[in-house]
């Protein structure tokens, strides 16, 4: 049956600029057309070839497998007028999109298409226009020149209300698959960090989507080193999840806050925590989202609101002299590393280009730094572990860790701290070393793929040791360092360590006498380092880590300097 709708001129300004939130939003039909589509064909009002995503919208949609059966992959149809013009807008499990029609009713052009996970909000309204009709508020997101912008659109239905719900339902079913909408979360925003916008950010870019979900929101500005820390070690469990607005500092300053509690355990299964990169150093964002969207505030902000929870492993930190512990989800930095980082503090302005500055810096002193590293685990086979990471099914980490509550509320204990480090079981590296590095995820930042075997969940921190090298070798090595090439430097050790210690060795320059524990600085002493599975939870939209397809796929040879 023929329907008529409009397009809300009060909540779609008719402006190509940014609205009073600092949101880009599409304001009439016309420029909808515009902002989101290519012309049509010449050959037939119905080859249209609509706007479609760079994003891969299979793999980030559910399949129809998740969907019950009132929202299946079958096209699903309500008929519409968007300024006084016949058009219907359709979803399937892969997509939502507006098409204007024909006298006749033909489709005559592809106005927005969009992935139908990009859709916050679908509700029906009292229609301020036209007396007795069903109205359609529709928030979603959509791509604008690779980025994602906030679209509203308004509509007037003049179908049966039963219809009209039911399409409603549909649709909300499909693109949160499973996820319970309208989150409630608490909401930390770092003013000061990285490049100092991340409240310019927040207002302008991330809540204006969280509105638009529907999404209730406890905010906090951090005033102070270790405030969100504090906050942490007193925070209620009813909220969904914790969101950081700022770099990886705050996501340390959390988990250690929890660590504290003496509900800790507890605290990290019923808070997950999610990144929103707004800081100089993202790189847990990376991870969660991959390269392309891993610095994307907004798409880290619907990642936020439809993710899925996701069990990652952290490493508990122990001095070996005051038996102090702290945790960390990141890395653990030892030489050249650690320098590049608490050295670089100064150009955070650069944002993550400051640990380029850092490494081409550092390499000036190509030195061996005096370290005693000894590992409890095994050094990695390259080509029998690439070739059983590159076969390997993907399976969802959840699925393998004990979500309810464990029996002891605190932290897990650390079980190798008292083990004699010359027994067996045990490696030390005997080489000179330029740095140490342990991970627990793959990114370390955009420019640098570090740990690309980590997977959630594996027990196993990732740990590198590069030896003394060339200093023209690891300078071209930097080409290929966001996809991982390092990997397959023979000098590069890579070991899968369930613990691991670092330890000063002998006299180093003040300027050098240092360690980074997820970005932080650490006294120049001995540390214990082990892994602890699945301990800190975080939502994610794709169930893993997401690093380049390419890595390990282009025939390099082991042993064979690039």
């Not at 608490?186 to 302008?204: C, D, I, T, Y």
């Not at 770099?247 to 990144?275: H, M, Q, S, W």
């Not at 300027?511 to 939870?537: C, I, Q, T, V, W």
């Amino acid at each position: 049956m023929a329907t008529t709708s409009t397009l809300n001129s009060n909540t779609l300004p008719r402006s190509k600029g940014k609205d009073a939130s600092g949101v880009r939003r599409s304001v009439s039909i016309s420029a909808l057309r515009k902002s989101f589509m290519r012309p049509k064909t010449a050959d037939s009002v119905r080859a249209v070839t609509p706007f479609r995503e760079s994003q891969d919208i299979a793999e980030a949609s559910p399949s129809a497998g998740e969907l019950s059966s009132s929202a299946t992959s079958t096209t699903k149809q309500l008929p519409i007028t968007l300024d006084g013009k016949k058009a219907v807008l359709k979803f399937t499990h892969e997509t939502f999109s507006v098409h204007l029609l024909g006298t006749n009713g033909q489709e005559l052009e592809t106005r927005l298409s969009t992935a139908v996970m990009h859709v916050l909000d679908v509700r029906t309204t009292a229609s301020s226009e036209s007396e007795g009709k069903n109205a359609i508020a529709i928030s979603t997101l959509a791509r604008k020149n690779k980025k994602l912008v906030l679209v509203k659109i308004e509509a007037i239905v003049d179908e049966e209300q039963a219809k009209m719900n039911e399409w409603v339902n549909q649709i909300m079913e499909v693109a949160y698959a499973g996820v319970r909408p309208r989150r409630n979360f608490k909401v930390f925003v770092n003013p000061v960090g990285g490049k100092g916008n991340a409240r310019s950010l927040f207002e302008n870019r991330v809540n204006p989507v969280f509105t638009a979900a529907r999404c209730t929101l406890d905010v906090t500005y951090t005033t102070h080193n270790g405030h969100a820390s504090e906050l942490a070690m007193t925070l209620p469990l009813t909220y969904d999840g914790v969101i950081t607005v700022s770099g990886d500092g705050l996501v340390y300053e959390i988990i250690n806050g929890f660590a504290k509690r003496l509900d800790a355990r507890e605290t990290f299964t019923k808070l997950p925590i999610v990144p929103v990169p707004a800081g100089s150093g993202n790189a847990m964002s990376l991870n969660l989202l991959g390269a392309e969207d891993g610095l994307d505030v907004v798409m880290a902000t619907l990642n936020a609101i439809k993710g899925k929870l996701l069990c990652l492993d952290m490493a508990s930190i122990t001095n070996l002299g005051s038996k102090e512990t702290t945790y960390s989800f990141l890395t653990q930095a030892g030489g050249l590393m650690a320098e590049l980082d608490i050295g670089t503090e100064d150009l955070r302005w650069m944002g993550d280009t400051r640990f380029v500055v850092g490494f081409l810096k550092g390499l000036f002193y190509n030195t061996p730094r005096p370290l005693k590293i000894t590992i409890r685990g095994e050094e990695v086979n390259r080509p029998e572990a690439l070739a059983s990471f590159l076969s390997a099914e993907e399976t969802n980490p959840v699925n393998s860790v004990t979500l309810t509550t464990p029996p002891s509320l605190s932290m897990p204990p650390v079980r190798y701290l008292g083990e004699d480090d010359s027994q067996d079981g045990w490696i030390t590296f005997d080489k000179p070393i330029l740095y140490v590095y342990g991970g627990l995820m793959p990114y370390v930042s955009r420019d640098l793929l570090e740990f690309p075997l980590k997977k959630p969940g594996d027990e196993k921190i990732h740990l590198i040791i590069q030896e003394i090298e060339k200093r023209s070798l690891m300078v071209s090595m930097l080409d290929g360092s966001a996809e991982g090439d390092a990997f397959f430097l023979p000098t590069h050790n890579y070991y899968s360590a369930s613990a691991y210690r670092i330890v000063p060795a002998g006299p180093t320059p003040k300027n050098r006498a240092y360690f980074s524990f997820d970005g932080e600085r650490a006294p120049f002493e001995g540390f214990h380092m082990e892994a602890h599975k699945g301990l800190m939870h975080t939502l994610s939209m794709k169930g893993k880590f997401v690093i380049p397809e390419k890595f390990g796929k282009e025939g390099k040879k082991f042993g064979v300097r690039p």
